[in-house]
């Protein structure tokens, strides 16, 4: 369908105060873009503002950032060690602390048992860490990569191959992850020398001509872009998975179910301004840049706009959710059954609609 609206994600700045009380500004709406609109880097007043637009994807991703940074060097650590089976570096270390959780074998072959369905038909998979909304901290549904590899670290990407299973994390975590992965994964120990990427090993491990699938809602457009540019060098192709997430498929009916906690006012004597003047300024800046959309997928910029906070992440007053502004209307995404009648009534007033979690995809594409 053509896009109508353009719908693009614009870096505010220069915002008159606005009392927030949270460390978020109004000035940053979303830093990923649920939509789907790719936008280069910040254009002056006179440039257009979108370099360029992305197709739109059927399954839009709040694509931001990924597990493609460059390879950093580092004088601390063993440099000799570049990239040994978890089991290894548990002899080198003396460890017998660590026996792999059952049934981690019967997902990674599972998960490649997927691999060859014809709809997926991929060679390589890549976990990231975030949810859909890029957060930090997550509710335990979207935990893939720890369920898939075993590792409860906050940080890390593994990449599952037909022949090979390799996991990255950062310095605070190499001793954690040896005792956490089993047999079956290498871990790769981000920052040592040495140490390839996720695409350098991708590129080095696949033949030519090889297909790497992602989820698009786990990465930002930016790092999808990179991703695709890097592996092209070896003639591989990026393949957007949209309609499932492969650890979600294996995860079956143990997966546990997405949070459903009540959403609550933010009173207007802790936030500050209400919610009409700070739509009202988003507007404006929509209207300045020749805009018509903006679709914001940040939980705390989706709580702060609105006046709203939830409890569907630990220690994190947010809720899941999309906003979608318009000039003269503004969506709200959520499962209705943590909308309250004096939410409902709060979001009335401000002139916010509400439709459903899942229809942000129908209503974005549209």
Request: proline content about 5%; overall charge neutral.
């Amino acid at each position: 369908s053509s896009l109508r609206s353009l719908i693009s994600l614009y870096s505010l700045h220069a915002v008159p105060t606005l009392a927030a009380p949270m460390a978020i500004e109004a000035a940053r709406l979303s830093p990923s873009l649920a939509a789907a609109a790719f936008l280069g880097r910040r254009s002056p007043p006179t440039a257009p503002l979108l370099r360029r637009l992305c197709l739109l994807l059927p399954r839009r991703s709040l694509l931001a950032s990924a597990s493609t940074s460059s390879s950093r060097a580092s004088s601390g650590g063993d440099d000799r060690v570049v990239a040994l089976s978890s089991s290894e570096l548990r002899k080198r270390r003396g460890s017998t602390s660590s026996t792999p959780t059952p049934g981690e074998d019967d997902k990674l072959r599972s998960l490649r048992r997927l691999f060859a369905r014809p709809d997926i038909a991929i060679d390589a998979y890549i976990v990231p860490s975030q949810d859909a909304h890029q957060s930090e901290f997550i509710a335990e549904c979207f935990m893939r990569r720890a369920y898939l590899t075993g590792f409860t670290g906050s940080a890390g990407t593994a990449v599952v191959t037909k022949n090979n299973a390799a996991f990255w994390t950062d310095g605070r975590y190499f001793l954690q992850a040896e005792k956490e992965l089993s047999h079956d994964w290498t871990l790769m120990r981000s920052g040592n020398h040495g140490v390839p990427t996720t695409i350098e090993w991708l590129n080095d491990v696949l033949p030519s001509g090889s297909r790497v699938g992602i989820d698009p809602f786990l990465f930002s457009s930016d790092a999808a872009e990179e991703l695709k540019a890097a592996i092209s060098d070896k003639n591989h192709e990026l393949i957007l998975i949209r309609d499932f997430n492969l650890v979600d498929e294996i995860w079956g009916e143990s997966r546990p179910a997405p949070p459903n906690e009540p959403t609550r006012v933010h009173a207007i004597k802790y936030a500050g301004v209400d919610v009409a003047s700070k739509l009202s300024f988003v507007r404006s800046q929509l209207d300045e840049n020749g805009c018509d959309t903006v679709v914001i997928s940040m939980l705390d910029e989706v709580a702060w706009l609105l006046n709203m906070r939830g409890s569907d992440v630990p220690h994190s007053p947010v809720f899941y959710s999309y906003l979608t502004v318009e000039m003269s209307t503004a969506t709200l995404f959520v499962d209705s059954n943590k909308v309250s009648e004096e939410v409902l009534e709060h979001l009335k007033k401000a002139g916010v609609k509400l439709k459903s979690y899942e229809a942000i995809l129908f209503d974005v594409e549209r």
